[in-house]
């Protein structure tokens, strides 16, 4: 699984479009990234992941630079309910030994 | 279908007692795995299963024990519980393609006294 960096937290204003980035130098060429977040305590939800191509989901799009070195989760109107711990992942397969990192921590403020 | 349930939702125990935390999937996943999450920290790995019979040790596996008899079950014992042990422990699994995702339970909160 490759290692991922993402900032500890960031800040946004209800309405407006949350980019989180997330770094992933080593991915290898079969991995996938994958995004979940985290709201208070609950277990992790599943966003959206992506192999190479750009993807758009209900909840979110996800752009992967062509090198595939980093990626960002767009989220196009923030809600305060958005407001959660968001988590990057890059592997072949999400089960298995898969390991988080620390997540970025997005505060919505009205 | 329930997805991923665990059980029990919250849990005291005494330093030195055992007990054990369940977790049932009904998506006929292959792969299921635990996590714990300390206060202000991410998700650690303690064991996963990538099939019936079959287990592995994680991040931090010291102190917990699994089995996997059926597809359905992992449950994950505490056979002596230790105050380093409080924690909120999430239980995970996924069919183990590399196109799906995890699937998480709502956590169990263990406090050891």
């Known amino acids: 699984d490759a290692k991922t960096t993402q900032p500890p937290s960031m800040d946004c204003a209800e309405g407006r479009a949350a980019n989180l980035p997330c770094n992933h130098s080593?991915?290898?060429?079969?991995?996938?990234v994958y995004w979940y977040r985290q709201i208070h305590s609950q277990g992790p939800q599943y966003i959206i992941h992506?192999?190479?191509n750009n993807e758009t989901n209900e909840m979110a799009s996800l752009i992967i630079t062509e090198d595939r070195k980093s990626s960002t989760l767009i989220l196009p109107h923030a809600t305060l309910r958005d407001t959660a711990v968001y988590y990057c992942?890059?592997?072949?397969?999400?089960?298995?030994?898969?390991?988080f990192g620390q997540g970025t921590e997005l505060s919505v403020k009205p | 279908n329930a997805g991923v349930t665990q059980t029990p939702k919250f849990q005291v125990l005494k330093t030195g007692q055992s007990m054990t935390l369940q977790c049932a999937q009904d998506?006929?996943?292959?792969?299921m795995s635990w996590y714990r999450q300390d206060p202000g920290m991410g998700l650690r790995l303690i064991h996963y299963?990538?099939?019936?019979?079959?287990?592995d040790q994680g991040e931090v596996p010291n102190g917990y024990n699994v089995s996997r008899s059926t597809t359905e079950d992992f449950p994950l014992r505490l056979l002596s519980a230790a105050p380093s042990q409080t924690s909120v422990y999430f239980c995970?699994?996924?069919?183990?393609?590399?196109?799906?995702?995890?699937?998480f339970g709502n956590g169990t909160r263990l406090t050891v006294t």
């Open positions: 992506g192999l190479k």
């Open positions: 299963s990538v099939g019936a019979g079959i287990t």
């Open positions: 992942t890059a592997s072949y397969n999400q089960g298995g030994k898969l390991i």
């Open positions: 998506m006929n996943h292959e792969y």
């Open positions: 995970a699994s996924n069919t183990g393609l590399g196109n799906s995702p995890l699937h």
């Open positions: 080593t991915i290898s060429g079969n991995e996938y």
